[in-house]
């Protein structure tokens, strides 16, 4: 927090390909100071942030980046283009954070929690995940009955669902949870 002494900053770089998601999820969590970000970072990972649902790219990343910025993927570099060579094509990145956020919601770390669950075990059905992973301490009948006055069926997947369908069940259970 006392880099430049809270003044806003771009970031820029070439991410190291191990830790480029890890640095993203840092820059949104102090997107007061990091307002813009441009780098060089695996391919992959600049389409698992720009991927939408129903593809195998699609995870908590791209809900979390999709959340809170605009992405633009601006060239790809091959791997050609380094020596030495290697394994993965990169791309360069630019996100620059919104003033507000894609979906509108009550409360926005139930709302990555429930992300998070839904992400948590990519093969099991929304209900499953969250039952086992939501510690809302709720019976899986209230648990269903929250997904489905979501409008959801119960074994929805989480990366068949929209960013507006995360905010919308986030909602439901925030006003189940502070009745």
């Keep these: 927090q006392r880099l430049f002494d809270g003044q806003p900053f771009v970031l820029t770089g070439n991410y190291p390909y191990n830790i480029s998601s890890q640095i993203f999820f840092k820059m949104l969590d102090n997107k007061e100071l990091i307002p813009c970000c441009t780098g060089m970072i695996q391919k992959e990972v600049a ?3 720009q991927a939408g649902p129903k593809s195998s790219d699609y995870g908590a990343l791209s809900v979390a980046v999709q959340f809170y910025a605009d992405t633009n993927i601006d060239m790809i570099v091959q791997p050609s283009c380094f020596m030495p060579r290697p394994k993965v094509a990169s791309a360069v990145i630019t996100l620059k954070l919104r003033d507000k956020p894609s979906v509108d919601v009550k409360d926005k770390k139930l ?7 839904a992400f948590g075990q990519r093969r099991k059905t929304l209900l499953n995940t969250l039952c086992n992973q939501g510690n809302f301490n709720m019976t899986k009948e209230e648990i269903s009955e929250i997904i489905r006055s979501a409008g959801l069926d119960e074994r929805i997947r989480g990366e068949a669902m929209s960013l507006q369908e995360f905010g919308v069940l986030a909602d439901k259970f925030y006003d189940v949870i502070n009745k």
């Design 111 to 117: 709302f990555f929690h429930i992300v998070k669950c």
């Design 47 to 49: 389409e698992r942030m």
